[in-house]
């Protein structure tokens, strides 16, 4: 492994310019995945050349990752990395699952009959998604398992619960993993699966 390990931050800010395979503005990676790359953090990474830099309009900084920053990101993923914060926390689980999680096969199952498009606002989703997992489990910290939220909500398009469940997730509202031991599943808990990367995750704990 490359000697000198990088900080949080550092591997933070490379696996999400490595899964968004784009050039990334310094306000939007801030704003958007709420990482401050700030100028030690960001000179290791140019210094390394494991980033790229480049000043637009206004002076405004974007970030491209390189092909060594790519290597960095995995070798650093497979050591172990430490996070401080539970948004960090949140994003580090988000982006190590994609990288280092192996394949699951999923066994085929009927198509479900998918529920008409909802009218709800991603605020209401979330409320529902709430009340569900006040009604699956007493109290907070609890794992309840996606099947039974998805019992609960029918009439929301699946598509939408998806997009508001990762939102959570990002904001460090909600708590979703995969089961320890894939054997147990059922079908029907194959299919209530959220996928996030390239990760089905069958349980989820609500918190603040």
Same mark, same amino acid.
């Given at each position: ?48 050349? *494991?980033?790229?830099? !480049?000043?637009?309009? &206004?002076?405004?900084?974007? #970030? %491209?990752?390189?092909?060594? @920053?790519?290597? =960095? ?46 009218? *709800?606002?991603?605020? !209401?989703?979330?409320? &529902?998604?709430?009340?569900? #997992? %006040?009604?699956?489990?007493? @109290?907070?910290? =609890? ?66």
């Amino acid at each position: 492994m490359s000697e000198g390990r990088l900080t949080y931050r550092q591997v933070a800010v490379l696996l999400v310019l490595r899964e968004l395979k784009t050039a990334l503005a310094h306000k939007e990676l801030k704003e958007e995945w709420g990482l401050e790359l700030d100028a030690k953090n960001r000179a290791g990474l140019v210094d390394a050349k *494991l980033i790229e830099l !480049e000043t637009r309009e &206004r002076r405004a900084l974007w #970030y %491209a990752i390189t092909p060594a @920053g790519e290597e =960095r990101a995995v070798e650093e993923v497979r050591a172990g990395v430490p996070v401080t914060s539970r948004s960090g926390k949140t994003l580090a689980l988000l982006y190590l699952r994609s990288l280092s999680a192996p394949e699951v096969t999923v066994p085929a199952v009927e198509e479900p009959v998918r529920a008409p498009v909802t009218t *709800l606002s991603p605020e !209401e989703v979330e409320g &529902r998604i709430r009340a569900a #997992y %006040a009604k699956i489990t007493p @109290g907070t910290g =609890r794992w309840a398992a996606m099947t039974k939220l998805r019992a609960l909500l029918t009439d929301i398009d699946r598509d939408l619960q998806d997009d508001v469940l990762r939102t959570m997730m990002l904001a460090g509202r909600v708590d979703i993993e995969p089961v320890a031991i894939l054997g147990d599943l059922k079908p029907e808990d194959h299919a209530a699966a959220i996928v996030i990367g390239s990760t089905p995750n069958h349980q989820f704990r609500v918190g603040a």
